[in-house]
């Protein structure tokens, strides 16, 4: 009979000579302030790396999570495959430490880089469930649910419920006790609902719509996706349950630098600031880099009008579609910056200090598992393993952009044109 070496890591040997209880999160040694960031981990040579959405650095991770879960939902995702795993931490740059990334909590986890696209604009909160399928998108004075059963697009005119307490016993359906949950938001239905679906009438309905988002994790069934919070709905007088997110406000979604870089010719930058202006940066006929002004507006279509001046004074507008990979692709312009269906990659520099290049793969891989397996010493995430399956299952209605799966690139930019940016902003500011 012959045997298998089985490697164990520095560290994995540390843990068991020493004894360490692991069971008990490690004090967080960074004084630096904590921030939420959103973005793809991945292994390279037993260390995993974190790059923030629309960034082109990467950093280095030290998992502070309890029961170091960051890293236990990165094996359980990946199967020690090397892809990339989207995420939603908190966590802060230590640069005593290398510019190392400590993450202290994880928030969401699921998807892929792809992820990073995927639109929450405007929206307060998005909910959603799979027994049967449905889709709550939360806006301050109304919720819109999207249903298969019954089929249709119903519209319920809702105001905020206020309670004197933060917290309420809660009884879920995979439970028997109540525990103490924070309630995060309560809407109720105010007034009568409009509805896609003329079929069904209005007094069909027994209870008045109300949904409810509760601080407590959760497991979309459909994807396996970790998510921070638990929706409650009663919908045509049924009870349902789901997981929920928060919005984004679209201007932090579209602000940032996008750049197009045609064949043979010129690359083109702008930046738009949460301002609502915008900075835009070419190269004339002689090479020499050239600033004009302007001001954007994010129309309801959602699509982006310039309204530019040029060096000469001379007004012009551009129009993009927004695409949804984030792209703006221009629709009408001059074109003598770009021909009509250019395309403009967004990048979104990330404040952090430090960042690399991700390391390459190990030349030689072997079938050692790559980081420690955390499981060995650790309980596993109260969710089942089972119900962490990263693409044996349908897309997410949380999280997945169920569009169009481009990976995020990283920013290949012009550095001079960058600086004139940079440039530009200080002298008007």
């Not at 939360?138 to 004197?164: C, E, M, Q, W």
């Not at 049924?238 to 406000?249: F, I, K, T, V």
């Amino acid at each position: 009979m012959t045997g298998k070496a089985i490697h164990i890591s520095p560290v994995f040997m540390a843990l068991i000579l020493t004894g360490c209880a692991v069971d008990k999160p490690r004090p967080f040694p960074s004084p630096a302030p904590l921030q939420t960031l959103s973005g793809v981990i991945v292994e390279r040579q037993e260390q995993l790396w974190f790059q923030p959405c629309y960034e082109k650095r990467w950093w280095p991770v030290q998992d502070f999570t309890v029961q170091q879960e960051l890293t236990e939902y990165y094996q359980q995702f990946t199967k020690y495959s090397h892809k990339d795993l989207y995420v939603e931490l908190q966590g802060a740059v230590d640069v005593t430490l290398d510019n190392t990334l400590l993450v202290k909590n994880v928030n969401t986890v699921g998807g892929t880089a792809a992820t990073c696209h995927f639109r929450l604009d405007d929206i307060l909160f998005r909910a959603a469930g799979s027994k049967p399928h449905w889709v709550a998108d939360i806006y301050p004075d109304h919720v819109v649910v999207k249903s298969i059963n019954p089929l249709g697009r119903f519209s319920f005119k809702t105001t905020a419920v206020t309670t004197d307490t933060h917290s309420a016993d809660v009884i879920f359906a995979d439970e028997t006790e109540a525990e103490p949950a924070y309630t995060v938001a309560h809407y109720r239905e105010s007034g009568d609902e409009k509805s896609g679906d003329k079929r069904r009438q209005p007094s069909s309905r027994k209870k008045p719509f109300d949904i409810t988002i509760i601080e407590k994790r959760c497991v979309d069934t459909a994807s396996g996706t970790l998510l921070p919070l638990t929706a409650q709905m009663t919908f045509l007088g049924l009870s349902y349950e789901g997981c929920a997110r928060q919005g984004r406000p679209a201007i932090t979604e579209v602000a940032g630098f996008y750049w197009y870089q045609p064949q043979g010719g010129h690359q083109v930058m702008f930046k738009l600031s949460k301002d609502y202006k915008v900075q835009l940066v070419s190269r004339d006929s002689f090479g020499k880099a050239v600033t004009e002004h302007g001001q954007w507006q994010y129309l309801q279509s959602g699509k982006l009008i310039f309204s530019m001046r040029d060096a000469e004074k001379h007004e012009y507008l551009m129009l993009f579609r927004r695409a949804s990979n984030g792209q703006l692709v221009l629709q009408t312009g001059s074109d003598r910056l770009a021909a009509l269906g250019a395309t403009f990659q967004l990048w979104q520099p990330s404040d952090l200090p430090g960042g690399q290049r991700l390391p390459a793969e190990n030349a030689n891989p072997t079938d050692k598992p790559p980081l420690i397996k955390a499981s060995a010493f650790v309980e596993a995430p109260t969710q089942q393993p089972s119900s962490l399956l990263p693409s044996a299952q349908p897309p997410s209605l949380l999280t997945d952009t169920l569009l169009e799966d481009a990976p995020v690139q990283a920013a290949d930019i012009d550095d001079e044109l960058l600086n004139e940016i940079i440039v530009d902003d200080n002298d008007h500011h």
